[in-house]
Structures are given as structure tokens and as C-alpha cells.
């Protein structure tokens, strides 16, 4: 079970040896009490900038056909070069947090009227100074001739200046799916029974950045220090757990089964 915002709170109140809360006075915290729920808040948002492509992160459950297709789709148009990261969004601050611009995928595979041997492939990352050196003018003066432009396959991706579009090179010829992995920020925490999306086992690590933001405002400079390094330990270790974790097998060349 997910550890809940009064949960957190009162860990850190209790560490602090200050009155805890209850379910019904939550909401209306003032003091020291009011302080803490802020920082428990401050705490997972530093948590989402400092690895914000965390699993626990992801906008969505990865591809139902294949878990490495990533967790968010979009079909490309025969002849358009630029799409939208999120579909509706009206500004940036509704965009994804976050965007894994190296596991970008194209595939043809549920796209209609298409039939094996189907198109499935990795795109590569091109940052937009190299795309507008090495391939914008020639795909500017393809694009020129209009009915007669030689669109194909897409073997790039590019990052909008804005960092809101992607844009596919060569544009294509028809339409594919484009596989991505995106992220989002956390919800912040508001009532009391609210819970974090982070597993229990990392709770820790909030409590730990809570309790950094409370020693400081108190400036008890020892306690805020270590307050920082039990959090600075808890990313590494969670880091180290889920982000490319090393398989046994890669690190000797004893079989484990």
C-alpha cells in the first residue's frame, strides 16, 4: 500500500518530536505542522527534477504489443514533417515533463492497410544545430518541388526549439507509428489521504529532503546536513535500483539461476 501524505507528514514530525496530525485537523495545519506538509510536496518535486524519468513517472503503461515500443504513440502524416509531443496540450506547462529522445521507434505494425514484412526500426537522436548543418537545405530544396518531393522513410528525430514538437527526417511517405517515451510530474499531495507514486520503499528518501527543508528553516546547519546526505544516499541507491541496474551476469562469468 502506498504510503499516504499524513503518513509522511507525521514521520516527520514525530523525528521532529512535534505534535502530530490527524486526518481531521489536516487541512487546516498552521505552524511548524503547515511547514512540513509544504516541504513533503517541495521534497517529491525535487525528486522529479533531480531523475524525472523515474518509472513511477511514466505518463503511461508501455505499449501493449511490446513493452520497448514505449508509452506514448503518434501517427505519423504522409508529407508532415512536425508533430506535437502531447496530443491537446496548449502550452508547456501542460506538455510532459520529460522525454526520452534516444528510444524513439517507428513501426508500421497496426498501422492500416499494411501487411509483412513490416517497417520496424529505432530512430536516431539528431540535436536540431546538426539537423539544420547537415540536412536541412537538402531537404528544404526536396521539399520545393511539392507533388514531385522525394519523401521516405524517417531515419531521424529532432527536437523542436521549443522543445514542444518532434520532428521526423526524411518527413515521410506515409503513415507510421512513432513509438516515445514520455514522462510526466507528479500530482502534488493534497489531502490527507493522498499517496505517493513513488513504492514505499523510497519514502525514505522524501522524509529524508523533508526533514533537510525543516532543519534548514530552523538553521540547525549540522541536521540539515545530514538530512541531505541520507537523502543524496536514498537517489543513489534507488538510482541504482532502477535506472539500468546491472544484471549479475554482466558483472562476473558465473551462470545464476
Do not use: C
Request: glycine share 4%; aromatic share 12%.
Amino acid at each position: 500500500m502506498a504510503t499516504s501524505y499524513l503518513t509522511l507528514t507525521n514521520e516527520v514530525l514525530r523525528e521532529l518530536n512535534e505534535v502530530q496530525l490527524t486526518s481531521s485537523n489536516f487541512t487546516s495545519a498552521v505552524g511548524i505542522q503547515a511547514f512540513v506538509k509544504e516541504a513533503v510536496n517541495r521534497a517529491l518535486n525535487d525528486i522529479a527534477n533531480e531523475e524525472p524519468q523515474l518509472p513511477f513517472f511514466a505518463a503511461a503503461a508501455s505499449g501493449e504489443t511490446d513493452p520497448f515500443y514505449g508509452n506514448v504513440t503518434v501517427a505519423s502524416v504522409a508529407g508532415t514533417r512536425w508533430y506535437l509531443l502531447k496530443a491537446g496540450s496548449s502550452d508547456i506547462t501542460t506538455d510532459y515533463s520529460s522525454i526520452d529522445w534516444d528510444d524513439f521507434y517507428i513501426t508500421t505494425i497496426g498501422v492500416s492497410g499494411e501487411s509483412a514484412p513490416y517497417v520496424s526500426k529505432g530512430l536516431k537522436f539528431v540535436s536540431l544545430a546538426d539537423w539544420r548543418r547537415y540536412l536541412r537545405d537538402s531537404e528544404n530544396a526536396d521539399d520545393a518541388k511539392g507533388s514531385d518531393a522525394s519523401h521516405g522513410e524517417p531515419r531521424y528525430v529532432i527536437r523542436s526549439p521549443d522543445h514542444r514538437k518532434f520532428g521526423l527526417s526524411p518527413i515521410p511517405d506515409k503513415v507510421y507509428n512513432v513509438h516515445f517515451y514520455a514522462y510526466v510530474k507528479p500530482t502534488p499531495l493534497s489531502a490527507h489521504s493522498d499517496t505517493i507514486v513513488l513504492p514505499d520503499q523510497y519514502s525514505n528518501i522524501i522524509i529524508a529532503r523533508t526533514r533537510y527543508y525543516v532543519h534548514q528553516f530552523k538553521e540547525n546547519t549540522q541536521q540539515a546536513a545530514f538530512a541531505l546526505d541520507d537523502y543524496k544516499k536514498g537517489m543513489r541507491q534507488m538510482k541504482s535500483n532502477l535506472i539500468n541496474p546491472q544484471p549479475k551476469s554482466m558483472t562476473d562469468d558465473r551462470i545464476y539461476f
